[in-house]
């Protein structure tokens, strides 16, 4: 099942993954704006709402994205959120839902905020832990905490790096300190000088 914490994660996805269809900005249009509203005729002073036959080449493409953006949803779910919200067959309601079951409501996601803050607090080196592995870790750390727009000053991460890393890089941090400017230098560069 899609973790409650992935999913700005699987969101992020969805739209990238609807950009690079035919038409992607407009099926993205849908779970902002809500569906297309059907055009109308008047036929013998009645009037009716079109028949898909009857569209203009526009009107055809703007349903058929409509379509198409409920449907790239729903087959990226998991069974077990799929199941909770397939009666929804308007895309727009549909990705509601969805962010609902996944993230809650705005409290949750204050919750979520000060949970990564906490993290990144307590962020410590492992004993026994790979560079790699600790530069991994911490900018898996990072990359959730940008989904959710919290931000860092650089030099606030870059210290948080150095100073939880083992005595035994205090010799390479020192050199490192003395030669990046860590106001502008991002963790990258400082993981790649180290490594």
């Not at 779910?77 to 929804?88: D, G, R, W």
């Amino acid at each position: 099942m899609m973790e409650k914490d992935m999913y700005d994660l699987w969101k992020s996805r969805m739209k990238l993954y609807m950009l690079n269809c035919q038409h992607g900005r407009m099926i993205l249009e849908y779970f902002e704006s809500g569906p297309l509203l059907w055009p109308s005729i008047e036929e013998n002073g009645v009037t009716r709402l079109k028949k898909y036959s009857e569209f203009s080449p526009t009107d055809a493409i703007q349903a058929d994205c409509d379509v198409k953006a409920t449907n790239i949803i729903l087959q990226r779910l998991p069974p077990e959120v799929y199941a909770l919200v397939s009666t929804h067959k308007v895309a727009k309601e549909l990705w509601e839902r969805i962010q609902m079951l996944m993230q809650g409501t705005s409290l949750t996601k204050q919750e979520r905020e000060c949970k990564l803050y906490d993290e990144f607090d307590k962020f410590v080196y492992r004993k026994g832990e790979s560079l790699c592995d600790y530069y991994l870790r911490f900018s898996l750390l990072l990359n959730d905490m940008n989904i959710y727009n919290m931000k860092l000053e650089q030099f606030q991460v870059n210290t948080k790096f150095f100073n939880t890393l083992p005595p035994e890089w205090s010799k390479f941090v020192t050199d490192v300190k003395l030669v990046r400017h860590l106001h502008t230098t991002n963790v990258d560069q400082l993981h790649a000088y180290l490594g």
